[in-house]
């Protein structure tokens, strides 16, 4: 828990005015203290050096007892100032007197920010008009309204001016946000962002699924952060909140993921009963493929056989996928085994297309995610061991695939020289055929005519549209170059009128 939320729950409670601020905020923070506090527009209020005072830190000092023993004189008089838990303790039985000569004695140097806080916490409970009037004109009178509103939000709201206005809000949402969301009517339409952002400060919300409703329903979007404390609070709520707000947009999945990450690794038998009761389509493939990777993660002998035994090639081969990408660094070797029964039992085209047709007569050609993560499984071993992976293809797919033809072009145009070593170790017509007219477009691309012609005029190149298109870009680049080449090019006489006309004209 931030230190000024946890000095503010024990002074509070201390004095039976809880707030609604309960301690049971600690056991979420330590799960989420790596998020963002806000992840939509929530601009800290503008007073000079507010953003100081309402930014949440976390405690550092543990309040022992329930007494201080300091009096006011021997807090005034420690070297370095008082402890931020020390403060804390003789806030308990300390009067709006003793706090305001405190203040007057320390506030030039001797408080950082989180004791400042402290301080305007219990102040403003006692005499907020005090606290008010000590800092008015001065770059801390936005703190000691924005304290105000912790313990009091109507009459802060109702006194503050409207410069004011922003730090009255802020405080409201950070301290009473049960207050806001019934109360957000009263909140000027000027302030109302400064309000959520104050909401939004703290990772522990005592009610996100309610907060969520409310941020949903005065248009302040979807947070993410709220949304894993409602997942890792209760995933059943969230999963409710999710099926009664389902929107299909990119958020709504992200939100999905959110769930499903939560479940995988803080409630696993959740997340098992979620896929067994999830119906088919989308989303039970969405849930099937975090409990396979949970699989993975604790097993993966036992992940690695149950991709093996499943029937459905395309899904066979996503699963393998996932396995053999775990396996790249520890077991490189096993990760080639794992490639090799994807190119053996897996689809012709690692990455096929899905159509869609449209109500308007249209349609649309589009990829699956997860099953292009197979082809980019296939493509890292390419990194590995580019020879042994187009063996791999060819053997295990039996000849030239669209898989065979997408792994020539990403190796040729990586290493070209050593693309061109390993097609001139190809035996079969059909694989070096099909290998070398890559090497020619990217020799010709490269400015290399005359190594490109050489290789189309060849048997194993097949000549055809190759050998068109490398006259065109020739003639484009060097028509004389390419001219000189043609008169002795051995080609027939037809074929040399043609790839002349193309050179002449560069198309």
């Known amino acids: 828990m931030n230190r000024t939320s ?16 309960s301690a049971n905020r600690r056991s979420w923070e330590h799960s989420l203290r790596d998020e963002a ?41 420690k070297e370095g100032g008082a402890t931020y838990a020390d403060i804390a303790l003789w806030l308990v039985d300390a009067d709006a007197g003793q706090i305001a000569a405190y203040w007057e004695s320390c506030k030039d140097g001797k408080l950082d920010g989180d004791r400042e ?3 305007f916490l219990s102040w403003t409970r006692l005499d907020p008009n005090a606290a008010v009037a000590a800092t008015a004109s001065t770059d801390r009178a936005g703190m000691a309204w924005w304290a105000w509103a912790a313990s009091d939000p109507m009459t802060a709201l109702a006194s503050a001016g409207d410069d004011r206005l922003e730090d009255v809000a802020r405080g409201i949402g950070e301290f009473q946000p049960k207050w806001l969301m019934a109360n957000f009517h009263h909140i000027p339409e000027a302030v109302r962002r400064n309000a ?28 993410k952060t709220l949304f894993r404390t409602l997942c890792l609070k209760d995933p059943w709520a969230a999963y409710d909140w999710l099926q009664k707000n389902e929107s299909g947009d990119s958020k709504a999945n992200s939100a999905m993921d ?43 002998e036992s992940a690695l056989a149950e991709a093996k035994d499943i029937e459905a090639p395309a899904v066979a081969a996503i699963r ?57 499984f296939i493509e890292s071993l390419l990194s590995k061991d580019p020879a042994r992976t187009m063996e791999m293809t060819i053997d295990g797919m039996k000849g030239v695939t669209s898989t065979f033809h997408s792994l020539c072009g990403k190796w040729c145009s990586q290493d070209t020289e050593a693309y061109s070593a390993w097609v001139d170790t190809q035996k079969n017509p059909e694989i070096r055929s099909a290998a ?9 691309s490269q400015g290399r005519f005359q190594e490109a012609a050489d290789r189309a005029t060849g048997a194993a190149a097949g000549g055809g549209s190759t050998l068109t298109q490398l006259a065109i870009d020739w003639g484009k680049s060097d028509p004389t170059a390419a001219a000189a080449w043609l008169e002795s090019a051995d080609i027939d006489e037809e074929q040399r009128e043609q790839l002349g006309n193309h050179i002449k004209s560069g198309k």
């Open 320 to 376: 393998l996928a996932q396995v053999g990408k775990s396996l790249m660094k520890t077991d490189p070797d096993k990760a080639f085994e794992v490639g090799s029964m994807i190119l053996a039992t897996g689809p012709q085209n690692l990455v096929p297309f899905k159509q869609m047709e449209f109500a308007n007569g249209t349609n649309m050609s589009l990829w699956d995610n997860n099953e292009q993560s197979t082809q980019e």
């Open 258 to 300: 959110t769930l499903l990450e939560t479940m995988r690794s803080a409630h696993p038998d959740d997340l098992e009963r979620l896929g067994a009761m999830a119906p088919s389509g989308r989303m039970k493939r969405k849930v099937e493929d975090f409990i396979f990777a949970s699989l993975l993660e604790k097993d993966p």
């Open 37 to 77: 506090t806000m992840e939509s527009e929530s601009a800290r209020p503008s007073s000079r050096r507010h953003e100081d005072f309402s930014q949440p830190n976390t405690p550092q000092h543990q309040l022992q007892g329930t007494r201080s023993a300091e009096t006011l004189e021997t807090l005034v008089a």
């Open 196 to 223: 959520v952002g104050g909401l939004l400060t703290w990772k522990e919300n005592e009610d996100p699924a309610a907060t969520l409703d409310f941020l949903k329903e005065h248009e302040f979007g979807f947070n």
């Open 117 to 119: 806080r402290l301080i």
């Open 436 to 444: 070398e007219r890559y090497l020619i477009m990217t020799l010709s």
């Open 6 to 21: 946890a000095a503010f729950t024990f002074v509070m409670a201390a004095c039976g005015l809880l707030l609604g601020y």
